[in-house]
């Protein structure tokens, strides 16, 4: 569904990207991890039409992406900090992206905004909200309109645990409709029941790209945090891992 090929950015001396290839799939929840500076936000961003590279190809259902920004309505983003008008209501924010998005109302995607009862904050203005209810606003969003690929930034980060696991339910849900999902999180414990594929991303390039199950297999861990650390103590070690 997107194919990332030999994508390079620079940022003044600063390689953030360095030759990065990686096919994605529908049907696949995907693990983007690494540690602060790897180069996960960049790729994102990228993918979003929101960075562009300095040599590359990003292609979208075999269509390179371009100009052609027509291609972002069958993405639904989730940003870490979701930003909106301060001075906005729940309601009004969610009133302008349906006017935006224009998409018939009985096509919407009104579950989350059920399941996290949002019909009672409607008045509620976004600079009066807390982190984790502006968290439910980003989520509502970004599966509001039944995009066929979700990006998801830290999605839980500051969400209560039953708000939590609502939100996985409805990941596992779409997976299960054979959407692309796409997650960064640095709380691995987080990702255990919802991805397939793993991409580690180190110094602007992906370490490896492989399943969870072939990783867990591969390091005899049950547990994708496990995994992780065992490669990385290799890494160190030099011993090297199969990428």
Known sequence: MITIQHLSKRFGKLQV??????????????????????????????????????????????????QQWEYRRDIGYMPQIGRYPENM??????????????MPEAALDHELFDLFELHNMLDKRMGTLSGGTRQKVSACLAFMFKPEVLILDEPTAGLDPVATELLKDKILA???????????????????????????????RPLFHKSLDA?????GADKLGKAIAKVMAEEVAGKGVTV
């Not at 096919?23 to 990228?46: D, Q, Y």
């Not at 299960?176 to 991409?199: E, G, P």
């Not at 990783?215 to 390091?219: A, C, D, R, S």
């Open 17 to 66: 990207l360095d030759d990065v290839s990686l096919t994605l799939l529908g049907g696949e929840c995907v693990a983007l991890i690494g540690p602060n500076g790897s180069g996960k936000t960049t790729l994102i961003k990228a993918i979003l039409g929101m960075v562009v590279p300095q040599s590359g190809t990003i292609l979208f259902k075999g269509n390179p992406i371009g």
């Open 89 to 102: 209501t729940i309601g009004q924010v969610l009133d302008m992206m349906r006017d935006i998005r224009k």
């Open 174 to 204: 779409e997976r299960n409709k054979d959407k692309l999902i796409v997650i960064t999180s640095h709380v691995l414990s987080d990702l255990d029941d919802l991805v397939t594929q793993v991409i580690y991303m180190q110094d602007g």
């Open 215 to 219: 990783l867990k297999e591969e390091t």
